[in-house]
């Protein structure tokens, strides 16, 4: 069912629900994007600067389409492409899956080094998935190694973050959505790349039923109860050491401007 619900989520179109908000966001109809994103991520000390890069950057056809940092330009260096490509989906299919990201941003920190402002939106509480990453059939055994390197680095991400006896508890098989997010914003600092994770909800929505994000401490509640099962309640809002650089997992909210349609 949870499942389902995330499936119909992301198959909804740019006329409702976060993937609306998104849009609407960065289009500026709530005011100047890029400053509102410096003011969501100001205890980073990051910024984007007005040569900043973001995807998506409009409703257009070409502009709402979503990042992929190991195929699109502009977000990490090639090296660091074939890393994340090599870490993620080892010597399986090199078409194979990896996250798609509501909003990607570059960013300066406050050394003066290039990383990134990666944002998942959420506009009701079914978009929380607990599921885990569907299994490719047996007779596809490209797919199957991309599915074994997968689960190799969420729990490469776990074990540099401390495992489970720290309370880390990301994986391929539970939170999946969230896990693979974690481990993306992990790796990339291991690689040194400093990175702002943050989970936005869009609040106020009515026209997304029962469930829509009412407020901001609504919005705050639950998501700390769903990553509370995969992640220590300490590692939000704080600097996450992970040696060349660091991340930071930050939960901020927003007001929707307009409503969804129903159905």
Not at 53 to 63: D, L
Not at 83 to 101: F, K, T
Not at 149 to 167: N, V
Not at 222 to 246: K, N, Y
Request: proline share 5%; hydrophobic share 40%.
């Amino acid at each position: 069912m949870a499942a389902a619900l995330e499936k119909r989520a992301r198959d909804r179109n740019a006329d409702a629900g976060s993937r609306m908000h998104m849009l609407d966001w960065v289009e500026g109809l709530a005011g100047p994007f890029r400053d509102s994103l410096n003011t969501l991520i100001a205890p980073t000390g990051a910024k984007l600067l007005p040569s900043a890069k973001w995807m998506p950057h409009s409703s257009t056809e070409q502009g709402r389409r979503e990042a992929r940092l190991m195929v699109d330009d502009g977000f990490v260096s090639e090296l660091r492409q074939s890393a994340l490509r090599a870490w993620w989906l080892g010597s399986g299919d090199p078409r194979g899956n990896e996250p798609n990201w509501d909003l990607a941003a570059t960013a300066v920190w406050p050394d003066g080094r290039e990383g990134l402002v990666l944002v998942e939106a959420k506009a009701h509480v079914n978009e929380l998935s607990e599921a885990g990453k569907e299994a490719p059939p047996k007779d596809a055994p490209r797919r199957q190694e991309n599915h074994q390197s997968i689960g190799a680095a969420i729990k490469e991400a776990q074990a540099g973050l401390g495992g489970a006896a720290a309370g880390v508890k990301i994986s391929r098989d539970h939170h999946y959505q969230l896990s693979n997010r974690i481990a993306f914003a992990w790796k990339l600092a291991r690689l040194g790349t400093p990175v702002a994770l943050v989970y936005l909800g869009f609040c106020g929505d009515s026209g997304m039923g029962p469930g829509c994000l009412r407020s901001e401490s609504h919005w705050r509640e639950a998501f700390e109860a769903h990553a509370g099962r995969v992640l220590p309640p300490d590692m939000l809002e704080r600097e996450i050491d992970c040696g060349m650089a660091s991340f930071w997992v930050l939960v901020r909210a927003r007001m929707a401007v307009r409503l969804s349609h129903d159905g």
